[in-house]
C-alpha cells in the first residue's frame, strides 16, 4: 500500500500538468480573450479602461494609445472588432498582456511560475493572484465544511432508520423525497429559497447577499457568530437539499448488506437484543464505507456545489471569482483557481483512498497493481 501512495504522490504533478495543459488549450481558442474584451471596451468609447490593466506596459502609455482609437485606421487585424484600430494599439495590447510570445511559451513560463505559486496578478484588479484566493478561500470554505458536516449528520441516521425499516411507509415517503432531492439541482432549490425566505416573494427572514452583515466590525463575538450562520442559513441549505441523498443511500445500503450476512444471524442466535446487534456489530462495519468517503463528499462540495450558490447570492468566494474571471476573461485568475482547485482536489482524492485503507486495512489498492 506504501508503494501505491508513493505511485499516486507521483502521479499528482503530471496530473496537475495534463490538466492545466488541456483548459489552458481550450481558453486560449475560446473567443472574446483579454485583448478583444479592451478593444470592446475602446469600440464603445470606454478608452480608459486601459488604466484598469495591471501589465507589463504603463496606464499612462496605455491612455496615451488608447487615444488612437478616435482616429480611423481601416486595419484587417486578427481580433474581431479590431477594425480602425492602429494596428500599434493592437500590438502594445498583445505586449501588455503577454499575447506577443508563442503559446508554448507562454504555457511553460506559466506552469514555472505556479511551481512557486507565483500566479501573477489580476488582468483587472491590480493585485497578486494568490492574495485573492486567500481572501475567498474562507468563504468556499465555509460553505463546503458546513455542508459537508451537515449531510452527514443528516445521511447517517436517516440511511439507518431506513434499513432498519425497509419497505415501511416511512422508507417508502423518504426514498420520494430523496427521489426529488436527488432530481433537482441545487441552483434551483436555492431560487426557491430566495422566493420564499429572502424577500423574493413571501418572507423575508434571511438576508439575500452577502456572508457578513454591514455592522459585522460593531458587533460582539455572540452577535457575530448569530450573524455568520444567519447569512449561511440559505446557501447550506440549498447545498445539502441537493446533496444528502446519494449518501443517505449509500448509507441504507450498506446496512442494508450487513444486515444480511450471517454473523448478524448468528449474533441473534446467540440472544442478543437488536440494538445490540445493530450498534455492536452491524454499525462499525457498515460505516467504514461511509466515513471513507468524506474526502470525496468535501470535494465535491467545495469545488462542484459552491459555485453556482456563491453567485447565486452573491458570496465572494472562490467560485463567484472564478466565474467573474471567466466572464472577463481574467486569465491569471481563471488558470490561479484552477490550479489550487485542481491540487486540493488530487491531494484529497488521495486521502480518500488512503481512508478506505485505514478504516478497512483489508481493501488495498496497491494489491490491483501487483
Given amino acids: 500500500m506504501f508503494v501505491y501512495f508513493l505511485r499516486r504522490l507521483a502521479l499528482i ?11 489552458f488549450l481550450f481558453v486560449q481558442l475560446a473567443p472574446g480573450g483579454p485583448v478583444e474584451q479592451v478593444i470592446s471596451k475602446l469600440q464603445s468609447g470606454a478608452g480608459n479602461s486601459l488604466g484598469r490593466i495591471s501589465a ?3 496606464g499612462e502609455g496605455g491612455m496615451q494609445m488608447a487615444s488612437l482609437n478616435k482616429q480611423d485606421y481601416a486595419v484587417r487585424s486578427k481580433y474581431r472588432g479590431a477594425q480602425g484600430l492602429d494596428p500599434a494599439l493592437i500590438k502594445e495590447l498583445e505586449v501588455q498582456f503577454g499575447f506577443d510570445k508563442p ?44 455542508t459537508t458536516l451537515i ?6 441516521p436517516l440511511g439507518i432508520f431506513k434499513a432498519v425499516h425497509d419497505g415501511s411507509k416511512f422508507d417508502v415517503f423518504s426514498s420520494w423525497v430523496i427521489v426529488v432531492g436527488y432530481a433537482i439541482p441545487s441552483f434551483l432549490f436555492a431560487m426557491l429559497l430566495i422566493v420564499l425566505f429572502c424577500g423574493g416573494r413571501y418572507f423575508d427572514w434571511f438576508p439575500l447577499r452577502g456572508l457578513f452583515s454591514e455592522n459585522w466590525d460593531q458587533l460582539n463575538t455572540l452577535d457575530k457568530i448569530k450573524d455568520y450562520f444567519w447569512h449561511l442559513a440559505m446557501p447550506v441549505s440549498a447545498m ?20 444480511s450476512k450471517q454473523y448478524v444471524l448468528t449474533a441473534k442466535a446467540k440472544g442478543l437484543d437488536r440494538m445490540s446487534v445493530l450498534y455492536a456489530h452491524v454499525f462499525r462495519n457498515a460505516m467504514l464505507i461511509v466515513l471513507a468517503g468524506f474526502p470525496a463528499v468535501l470535494v465535491s462540495m467545495l469545488f462542484t456545489g459552491s459555485v453556482l450558490i456563491e453567485v447565486i447570492f452573491s458570496l465572494d468566494g472562490l467560485g463567484l471569482l472564478g466565474f467573474e474571471a471567466v466572464m472577463t476573461r481574467d486569465y491569471p485568475v481563471i488558470f490561479g483557481t484552477l490550479y489550487i482547485f485542481g491540487l486540493i482536489g488530487l491531494v484529497l482524492n488521495l486521502l480518500s483512498d488512503m481512508t478506505y485503507h485505514w478504516v478497512d486495512p483489508r481493501i488495498d489498492f496497491g494489491a490491483r497493481h501487483e
Fill in 56 to 58: 507589463t506596459g504603463s
Fill in 151 to 156: 449531510i452527514y449528520l443528516i445521511s447517517i
Fill in 13 to 23: 504533478p503530471l496530473t496537475l500538468f495534463g490538466i492545466m495543459a488541456v483548459n
Fill in 103 to 146: 503559446l508554448y511559451v507562454r504555457f511553460f513560463s506559466m506552469m514555472k511560475n505556479y511551481l512557486c505559486l507565483d500566479f501573477g496578478n489580476s488582468f483587472y484588479r491590480d493585485v497578486p493572484v494568490i492574495r485573492l484566493i486567500r481572501e475567498k478561500m474562507s468563504v468556499s470554505v465555509s460553505l463546503g465544511v458546513w
Fill in 240 to 259: 445539502v437539499i441537493g446533496g444528502f441523498a446519494g449518501l443517505t443511500m449509500l448509507t441504507k445500503n450498506s446496512f442494508m448488506e450487513e444486515i
